[in-house]
């Protein structure tokens, strides 16, 4: 059974508060710990400066006001999109957005049913895959339609004609605090790979088949090549795999897993209070992988003028300081988050992050990618 990652983060609250009923074992390591940039961000990030406001024009806001609603179809949590949700509700009052959170598959197939039978439809689209979401660009499904942001935005943010990213979002190491204490924790995949033998059975990740786990291995080998293989390799027989973050998160609050890796990042926002006792999380400071959250009107959009004006609010810096609220990573200039990509920047470095939309040949390396992993984790 797969588990939601707010429901997850929410037992490490009980877990904090008796740890040793939650199932762990003893074992503890403080080996392979990394020396370099600081995976915590501090206060005092320098942001930038915001940009000029730059809404929908009035024709296009009186139509949406008109049209009275907006359905997306998104790859978050109810518990992530819910500050989007207020924060959108009230500046437009006018306008409902609607929201239901399933997978990137689960949003393609149900849009291809549905446009077939010509019953409702999503108004926008967002995902993380990026070899779906190419795919879906390709098959004529995302109007070519260029916001009014855009033009404030970096250039790795248009990531196909019609569709941007609304977030970049890191993958992190996740520890349960309990199990391996904060000066033992790797910070980056070297390291952990390193210490992996001791950990064997103790250390998660997620398939190959999850979004962030695939962007996040085409990220990290991109960069570091046959090297980078290199630590995969000696990961994949130690490594458990779930199926999704939540599952992930479940079994390191209960202690049955130590160390993760290639997490996203939306659990960021989650681990705090009583969770931030069990649980902590490092951004890797030997290449940090962000990931694109993608985010498009569809052509087949009923309410398309209440679509343009719902991305243009997630695109400007009131959006995505709501966006930051759920986790999402704002990559803009002038948002405050202590989740965003300055943040980020400040703990790895610039020359650690790897940042810039899909990477080169993702389609095409999607194959040999996915053949060589299930290999190294005898999938």
């Known amino acids: 059974m797969r588990i939601s990652t707010p429901k997850a983060i929410a037992l490490t609250v009980t877990c904090a508060l008796g740890l040793a009923a939650c199932g762990t074992s003893s074992g503890t390591s403080s080996g392979g710990r990394s020396d370099g940039p600081s995976a915590t961000p501090s206060s005092g990030v320098d942001v930038g400066k915001a940009s000029a406001v730059t809404p929908v024009d009035g024709a296009t806001l009186a139509k949406a006001k008109e049209q009275g609603s907006v359905l997306l179809y998104s790859n978050a949590d109810?518990?992530?999109?819910?500050?989007?949700?207020?924060?959108?509700?009230?500046?437009?009052?006018?306008?409902?957005?609607?929201?239901?959170?399933?997978?990137?598959?689960?949003?393609?197939?149900?849009?291809?049913?549905?446009?077939?039978?010509?019953?409702r439809t999503a108004d926008v689209v967002m995902g993380s895959d990026a070899v779906g979401m190419l795919d879906f660009v390709g098959k004529g499904n995302i109007a070519d339609y260029t916001d009014p942001n855009v033009k404030n935005l970096p250039e790795y943010a248009q990531l196909a004609p019609g569709l941007v990213a609304m977030s970049e979002d890191p993958v992190v190491a996740v520890y349960n605090t309990a199990l391996i204490p904060k000066d033992g924790q790797p910070k980056d995949i070297a390291s952990l790979a390193g210490m992996s033998d001791s950990l064997k059975g103790r250390i998660g990740t997620t398939d190959i088949g999850n979004p962030t786990q695939f962007g996040a291995l085409a990220g990290y080998i991109g960069r570091h090549g046959e090297a980078g293989w290199k630590n995969i390799e000696r990961l994949g027989p130690n490594s458990g795999v779930e199926s999704g973050t939540g599952n992930l998160m479940q079994k390191l609050a209960q202690g049955q897993y130590s160390a993760s890796y290639f997490v996203s990042g939306t659990v960021r926002a989650l681990i705090k209070g009583d969770a931030a006792k069990v649980l902590n999380y490092a951004y890797l400071t030997d290449g940090t992988p962000l990931i694109p959250r993608g985010i498009g009107i569809t052509k087949k959009a009923r309410s398309p003028e209440a679509a343009k004006v719902f991305v243009n609010f997630l695109l400007s810096v009131e959006g995505q300081e709501a966006a930051c609220e759920g986790g999402f990573t704002p990559y803009r200039d002038g948002v405050e988050c202590a989740y965003g990509v300055p943040a980020i920047e400040q703990a790895v470095g610039a020359d650690n992050m790897i940042l810039g939309g899909y990477p080169e040949g993702i389609v095409k390396d999607k194959p040999a990618l996915d053949a060589r992993w299930k290999k190294a984790f005898g999938r």
């Open 78 to 119: 109810e518990q992530q999109m819910k500050p989007v949700i207020d924060a959108f509700e009230a500046k437009y009052p006018a306008i409902d957005l609607r929201v239901l959170n399933m997978n990137d598959a689960q949003t393609f197939q149900r849009y291809a049913t549905e446009t077939a039978t010509g019953v």
